[in-house]
């Protein structure tokens, strides 16, 4: 029986560089550079809880890169983060920004805490003491924090303040995926789902795959993967299978997610949605379907599930979903696989809209920036296509591979200092 030994996210974050230095040619001086974080801040630090007592927790900001422009990731708190999964996030947004072309590096941060267990005080005093402690590295043209897995506006507010009441007066540029009261912006937390389909809908029109009840399953039915069945919905597709962390539901005939998302509401799991069948989430990856959509954690196809996963389209709602055994065995089944890099861009390309309406204090409305939304996605998807065609290449290679020249254009042109 085949057995693969898992790797942290960073050593796969790694590979798929090297992968991509070697078959550009990049410069050895460029790969060292690129291989690795500029700058990572561990920290410990006192929260003090309900009850009078005081718990130490651990947290991370790493920063991959700035040659493009300030540091840009989300902060997440999951009972499972480590140093080398937040380097491989951060190395990611570096290559997710350069993909779409936008003037930010790639920055990722995270504490080791399971939010549902802390009162809505203790979070906020959690917030604040990390914002803090993590302070020296934040800023508007430095490094820009954003909401991820268990954090939300509420987060990104008491971020923003806590940072503002160090410098006296209001730093609303700080972070992003704010409230809207805020200096958030509109259309921002819808952004990260709606990419997904436009992506979708370009890899569907570019394949001629008709999406009028195109089979679809999404795994992970948080803001990313419900907004992903949505839009998808919207489209015109089937939506037969979503999941959270409690487990996925099934109906072959079709699940409404917009009921599935009222039903959420009420009971804060997908798993009790009337008339369907339960199946576990590594069942759902290998439902038959046109479209797949991870949207959960990472490393979820992996080299062992991969060769009964047979979607025509894989669209990753996640950060790193697929492993390097499962890209090749993927490639070699004929899925078309649209890289997260690329397919979940469109929180980052928003975030970048929001940044820049909060620097100039001039708000747009959201027809305009779900349009520019849209021409961000069309024209990367396109240029990641067609690099990809052009070589024979899976899409992730070609992805990486433009993200990696325009960072490494920007670092040959910038040199050494001093």
Same mark, same amino acid.
């Given at each position: 029986?085949?057995?693969?030994?898992?790797?942290?996210?960073?050593?796969?974050?790694?590979?798929?560089?090297?992968?991509?230095?070697?078959?550009?040619?990049?410069?050895?001086?460029?790969?060292?550079?690129?291989?690795?974080?500029?700058?990572?801040?561990?920290?410990?630090?006192?929260?003090?809880?309900?009850?009078?007592?005081?718990?130490?927790?651990?947290?991370?900001?790493?920063?991959?890169?700035?040659?493009?422009?300030?540091?840009?990731?989300?902060?997440?708190?999951?009972?499972?983060?480590?140093l080398d999964e937040v380097r491989?996030?951060?190395?990611?947004?570096?290559?997710?920004?350069?993909?779409?072309?936008?003037?930010?590096?790639?920055?990722?941060?995270?504490?080791?805490?399971?939010?549902?267990?802390?009162?809505?005080?203790?979070?906020?005093?959690?917030?604040? &003491?990390?914002?803090? *402690?993590?302070?020296?590295? @934040?800023?508007? #043209?430095?490094?820009? +924090? !954003?909401?991820?897995?268990?954090?939300?506006?509420?987060?990104?507010?008491?971020?923003?303040?806590?940072?503002?009441?160090?410098?006296?007066?209001?730093?609303?540029?700080?972070?992003?995926?704010?409230?809207?009261?805020?200096?958030?912006?509109?259309?921002?937390?819808?952004?990260?789902?709606?990419?997904?389909?436009?992506?979708?809908?370009?890899?569907?029109?570019?394949?001629?795959?008709?999406?009028?009840?195109?089979?679809?399953?999404?795994?992970?039915?948080?803001?990313?993967?419900?907004?992903?069945?949505?839009?998808?919905?919207?489209?015109?597709?089937?939506?037969?299978?979503?999941?959270?962390?409690?487990?996925?539901?099934?109906?072959?005939?079709?699940?409404?997610?917009?009921?599935?998302?009222?039903?959420?509401?009420?009971?804060?799991?997908?798993?009790?949605?009337?008339?369907?069948? &339960?199946?576990?989430? *590594?069942?759902?990856?290998? @439902?038959?379907? #046109?479209?797949?959509? +991870? !949207?959960?954690?990472?490393?979820?196809?992996?080299?062992?599930?991969?060769?009964?996963?047979?979607?025509?389209?894989?669209?990753?709602?996640?950060?790193?979903?697929?492993?390097?055994?499962?890209?090749?065995?993927?490639?070699?089944?004929?899925?078309?696989?649209?890289?997260?890099?690329?397919?979940?861009?469109?929180?980052?390309?928003?975030?970048?809209?929001?940044?820049?309406?909060?620097?100039?204090?001039?708000?747009?409305?959201?027809?305009?920036?779900?349009?520019?939304?849209?021409?961000?996605?069309?024209?990367?998807?396109?240029a990641v296509n067609e690099r990809?065609?052009?070589?024979?290449?899976?899409?992730?290679?070609?992805?990486?591979?433009?993200?990696?020249?325009?960072?490494?254009?920007?670092?040959?042109?910038?040199?050494?200092?001093?």
């Amino acid at each position: 029986m085949l057995t693969l030994e898992k790797r942290s996210p960073y050593e796969i974050a790694q590979e798929q560089f090297d992968l991509a230095a070697e078959f550009m040619g990049l410069e050895e001086d460029l790969r060292a550079i690129l291989r690795v974080p500029k700058r990572e801040l561990t920290v410990n630090f006192p929260v003090r809880m309900d009850d009078g007592t005081v718990k130490s927790f651990i947290g991370f900001r790493v920063q991959h890169n700035n040659a493009r422009g300030p540091g840009k990731g989300g902060i997440r708190y999951h009972p499972d983060v480590s140093l080398d999964e937040v380097r491989a996030l951060a190395m990611w947004m570096t290559w997710k920004c350069g993909v779409v072309n936008i003037p930010f590096g790639g920055a990722k941060g995270g504490v080791v805490v399971d939010p549902t267990e802390l009162s809505l005080r203790e979070l906020e005093n959690l917030t604040r &003491r990390f914002a803090t *402690e993590i302070s020296p590295l @934040l800023g508007a #043209d430095g490094d820009i +924090p !954003a909401p991820d897995v268990n954090t939300n506006q509420q987060i990104m507010a008491w971020l923003m303040d806590t940072i503002s009441m160090h410098h006296g007066h209001l730093e609303s540029a700080i972070t992003t995926g704010k409230p809207l009261g805020l200096g958030g912006s509109l259309g921002r937390s819808d952004a990260t789902g709606r990419g997904v389909s436009f992506t979708v809908a370009q890899a569907a029109k570019f394949l001629g795959l008709d999406l009028d009840d195109a089979p679809t399953v999404v795994q992970g039915f948080g803001n990313v993967g419900s907004i992903s069945a949505l839009m998808l919905h919207d489209l015109g597709c089937k939506i037969i299978a979503v999941s959270d962390v409690n487990g996925g539901i099934y109906n072959p005939n079709g699940i409404d997610p917009h009921a599935v998302v009222k039903h959420m509401k009420k009971t804060r799991t997908v798993v009790d949605f009337p008339g369907v069948e &339960r199946v576990t989430n *590594e069942e759902l990856l290998e @439902l038959p379907c #046109d479209i797949l959509v +991870p !949207a959960a954690l990472e490393e979820q196809i992996t080299g062992m599930n991969a060769p009964r996963i047979r979607p025509k389209i894989i669209a990753e709602g996640a950060n790193g979903p697929t492993t390097p055994e499962a890209d090749k065995i993927l490639y070699e089944n004929g899925v078309f696989v649209i890289p997260d890099i690329l397919a979940n861009a469109g929180g980052v390309t928003v975030s970048y809209f929001e940044w820049v309406q909060d620097l100039q204090s001039f708000f747009w409305d959201e027809d305009e920036i779900n349009k520019r939304l849209k021409q961000v996605m069309d024209a990367s998807f396109h240029a990641v296509n067609e690099r990809a065609q052009a070589h024979k290449i899976p899409l992730r290679l070609a992805a990486n591979i433009l993200a990696i020249e325009r960072v490494a254009e920007a670092t040959r042109l910038r040199g050494i200092y001093p």
